[in-house]
């Protein structure tokens, strides 16, 4: 009934986070209807994006594109920041929770997935070399691993402790108090700022 | 003190047959009759849905709302001791929606534990003739009173169960990935082990008295629980390490709570392969007084007790243990039958007694 064009914005639309079938029809009903002007100044920034925010091509965080073209985000531009500590997360968006607490000094990792063999996720398919080539570079000396306190975000904080110990690192966990099984992204900062402080050595084994 | 809960001003609507119900039940017992197919299961799963929001027989809930309907929902002023509060559960075919004095719990958990209730059904044959999974489920049910978090470890534990066999399955018994799951296994599966075992030794020790009282003269039970696995971490981590071989061969962890068994033997022989049905039946019941009494005890409550069609199969000699036994609770109690000359409770005054008649969705006190 609606035209092709029409049906594929709201396929593109209903993909997006949080949004269902109705809504990316009432936005595209929006866009049609409303406002021309919205429309083309969204598409433009949308088409500009790619070409200007990408991840940071050595801790994954969000990053603008310099002059250079080399993407790097303002964690790893900032030379206060020790370059001795390294904070392994799950997501960028806990990576942007921890930022906001304000209690990491060091530098980040995202590692964009979970070890998780019931999704297809295996120690192969984390990007452990990206990793262990920044622990390298870096001359990391101690591994913070913020992953989640889910099924999944503890066994691929096992899985690195054992690795990285391997490596003479000095590795410790979040101490737990982020809600059990929850996201970092939801725990409030005092919070996070004690999970962080509090933080437990971990010698690839546990007590 | 154990307080004293009671389901008062109910009210029923677009629930199975139950087009509208409006009723107050007496603090006692409650004696709902009627003729088959006319709704009384459905009104003791109305009052289930209520206190837990989960149906006893339906897997899916969806089926609960009255054909035509978009949603069906339940209203109870529940007493609790000293409190009183007003519950409500509505479902629709998307969702599920509680309300406690008006407002929205925090979580549907906070809800669900709030009015304890025991419920027996014909489905709950399976306690004793079936395998031990649904004797696990009892246990799990009254584990969740006297630890809350053994849920969440339960969760925890099955989750890194079947992360591990996936690894197993797909990468051998050599995959590095095992390690860290069977390290998750072992600390979640004893956390909940733990609670189960206790909940298990509870169990067991109230069984044997209700059976006793219930059961015909001179009846043996013996009951053994046999747990899967350890209450020890590094035991458990090494079974499980030691086992990889075993375990990808056979496609499923020979080690952990998953079994658990809790054997029931009459006069020496297995209750599910030996027993007669009468004998089962009053085995299913005598574990529904012992969970009754375990819940009881952890939550300082008597629970709601909804006894749906118990006498059939019993001999006289049963069905009067079962009442001596329905006289005696504390517990307010709902029980179905299709034969309600079965039950005389002589002299019992309106509070301790109230007797319904359900035709066709419709129930009128007698
Ligand atoms: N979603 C529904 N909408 C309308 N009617 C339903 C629904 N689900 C079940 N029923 C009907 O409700 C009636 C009552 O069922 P219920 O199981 O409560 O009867 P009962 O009184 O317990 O019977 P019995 O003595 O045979 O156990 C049945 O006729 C059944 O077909
Ligand atoms: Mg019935
Ligand atoms: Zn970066």
Redesign the interface.
Known sequence: MLPDRLERLIELLSRLPGVGEKTAQRFAMFFVTESQEYARELGLALQELGATVKRCQRCGNIAQVGEDGRALCPVCLDPRRDGKLLCIVARVQDLLAIEKSASMRGRYFVLGRL????DGV??DELPLEDLFRIVAEDAVKEVILATPP???G???A??LA?ELAGKGLQVSRIASGVP??GDLEFADQITLGRAIDGRRSMDGK?S | MTALIRFSNVTVSAFRNLSRIDFEPAPGLNVISGDNGQGKTSLLEALYFVAVTRSFRADKLESLIQQGQKFASVRARVLDGEHGREQRATLGHKERAVLLDGKKPERLATYATRTPAVVFHPGDMELVNANAAARRKLLDRIALYLDPSSGDARLSYTRALKERKVALDVRGPSARELAPFEQLMAEHGVRFARARAEAATRLLGALAPAFQRMAQPGLQLVTKYRPGGSLDVAEFVGELSSRRLRDSRQRAASYGPQRDEIQLLIDGRSARHHASQGQQRILTLALKVAELECIRDARRAHPVLLLDDVSSELDPARTGAVYDFLRETQSQVFVTTTRPELFPTPGASKLERADWQLVSGALSEL
């Open positions: 070890l998780s063999p019931l295996g120690p889910s099924v999944d503890e066994a691929t096992l899985l054992r059990h099984g546990r």
